[in-house]
């Protein structure tokens, strides 16, 4: 007989609403020391919202949350990390002008523990055996700003489990992170599990989860549907089918014939000092492949006007500045940025208002907009994405992760003469349904004759809607591949080496 670990944290029971929307109606979550448990369910479902209850920065409206056994009721994220709860977000939330030294300090001034003096900062012996646990060696005096993206999410999880930790909270953690630095990132989880740690793991990626964790629960619209499952019990269509109450059918790219460049470079000089030589065909769907940091989204956003430089875009017949995004909206290209929070999304505004942004012209006569002609243009195209909850004229902010990018996606659709479609990670943190319904409108859009181009981190995403692939490394294309590449031939290219 096998004894179970014991149950580091039991959450049952839980509802919490806002407002009209039930975020959560019967949630259950427990969680055992030293195990790896995948939160999965879609956009929308309530995951994030089941988290800030653990972190302390919600309180349900009713259910129990027992930490070991013994009932609690964070008042703040404070409580909870003191408590041993460490939360590592998809945002990180380091002071990146600060030293490695101060970062690692956070906690203990937000604890309360110290105020703002020297006297606050974790001792640097101790703070060099908190980064060697995740396999840092920094220099505790370096700023920040000057470290890569991983060793950035190491330094966040050192700061959390330096303290006592007892559950781990990791939301999406690779979304941002390279092959090797997530690699790392496992590798340290196994490593803090091995000493008792209870983890948390939200992702949408089937194969890491597979690889990483022990159980599985699935929540869906608000209720636990499986709980605590042992991983490998299920398989894969069986839990897309929990989360979704449905089957997904995945479209895969037929390939096209090439016809009329629509988007091609004209003497293109990046702002990094690179030159650029590019051209998508009507109908078209090229993919830029690049490791994280390659360069690969700096040349997606020149290509929609999105980024300075010197030369010209050609869309078709007519053509605009590098960085000028108005003359490209008004020639015809539609865009999605890579970081939704930062450009893109307008928060306060309605769903409706976010999908129409770059085609009010199509509403407005005389300077007025019509109201009754944008939503009757709008509306089919949120409902043809599933927009959950459906609310369009809810606020932007108020919707989930998955559904907010499907919003900047439905904005494309919106636009009037659409030619050409720039796509900078377009499924980031989406859900597998929502990810096959971006997939189909992208496959749709090209069917019509329009262009894309399609920037991701994401091989199996490049894959299964590419009709050639440019690699880019060092920030410049190194290499044109046919639709039949295979993922071996590509992952080589990316990593400069030819395929064995
Ligand atoms: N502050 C808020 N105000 C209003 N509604 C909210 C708020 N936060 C979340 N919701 C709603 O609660 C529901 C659950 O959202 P939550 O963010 O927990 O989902 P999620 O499973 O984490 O989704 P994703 O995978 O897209 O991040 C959604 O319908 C969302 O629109």
Redo the contacts with the bound molecule.
């Keep these: 007989m096998t004894i179970e670990p014991a149950i580091a944290l039991a959450m049952r029971d839980i509802a ?1 609403r ?2 009209a ?4 109606r019967s949630a259950e979550l427990t969680l055992r020391a030293g195990r790896v448990h995948a939160l999965l ?12 209850i653990i972190v302390g920065a919600v309180k349900p409206d009713s259910g129990s949350v027992a930490l070991s056994g013994k009932p609690v009721a964070f008042r703040s994220v404070a409580e909870a990390i003191a408590a041993g709860i460490v939360p590592i977000y998809q945002h990180l939330s380091l002071f990146p002008e600060l030293s490695v030294l101060d970062n690692l300090s956070a906690f203990q001034l937000v604890a309360g523990r110290a105020g703002l003096s020297r006297k606050a900062l974790v001792p640097r012996g101790e703070a060099k055996t908190w980064l060697a646990r995740v396999g840092l060696d920094l220099d505790l005096d370096r700023a920040v700003s000057s470290l890569s993206l991983g060793e950035r999410q190491l330094l966040e999880i050192a700061r959390g489990v330096g303290r006592n930790c007892r559950i781990l909270v990791l939301d999406e953690p690779t979304a941002a992170l390279n092959g090797a630095e997530a690699d790392r990132l496992f590798a340290v989880v196994r490593d803090l599990c091995a000493g008792g740690t209870a983890v948390l793991f ?1 992702s ?1 990626k089937f194969d890491e989860i597979e690889r990483l964790a022990d159980e599985v629960t699935v ?1 869906r619209d ?1 209720a636990t549907v499986i709980d605590a499952a042992t991983i490998g019990r299920h398989d894969r269509a069986t839990l897309v089918k929990a989360m979704l109450g449905m089957q997904v059918e995945h479209e895969h790219r037929s390939g096209s014939a090439r016809t009329e460049p629509v988007l091609t470079t004209a003497n293109v000089r990046m702002a990094t000092g690179h030159s650029l030589d590019l051209s998508v065909s009507a109908g078209e769907i090229v993919g830029l492949a690049g490791l994280v940091g390659s360069g690969a989204l700096a040349i997606a956003a020149t290509l929609a006007g999105a980024a300075p430089g010197q030369g010209e875009i050609a869309v078709g017949e007519q053509s605009f500045a590098l960085g000028d995004r108005r003359a490209a909206v008004r020639l015809g290209v539609a865009y999605v940025p890579a970081d939704r929070h930062a450009e893109g999304l307008f928060p306060p505004v309605s769903a409706i208002g976010n999908a129409s942004a770059s085609a009010l012209g199509r509403f407005s006569a005389r300077g007025l907009l019509g109201k009754a002609r944008e939503r009757n243009a709008i509306e089919p195209l949120l409902r043809r994405l599933h927009l ?2 459906a609310r369009p004229d ?1 606020e932007a ?8 990018q499907k919003l900047l996606i439905a904005r494309c659709l919106a636009l009037p003469n659409l030619r050409a479609l720039v796509l900078l990670e377009p499924t980031r ?3 597998v349904a929502a990810r096959a319904m971006i997939h189909r409108a992208v496959i749709d859009m090209a069917r019509t004759g329009v262009a894309v181009l399609v920037a991701s981190s994401d091989l199996d995403e490049l894959t299964a809607l590419c009709d050639r692939y440019l690699v880019v490394r060092d920030g410049s294309i190194a290499q044109d591949l046919p639709s039949d590449s295979s993922t071996e031939t590509i992952m080589a290219a990316l990593a400069g080496k030819a395929a064995a």
Excluded: M, R, W
Aim: aromatic share 6%; proline share 3%; glycine share 22%.
């Design positions: 919490k806002y407002g929307t039930c975020a959560l369910g879609e956009n929308g479902a309530g995951k994030s919202t089941l988290v800030k939200i949408h929540l608000g959950h909850p809810a902010a108020s919707f989930s992760g998955g559904n907010q943190g989406v859900d």
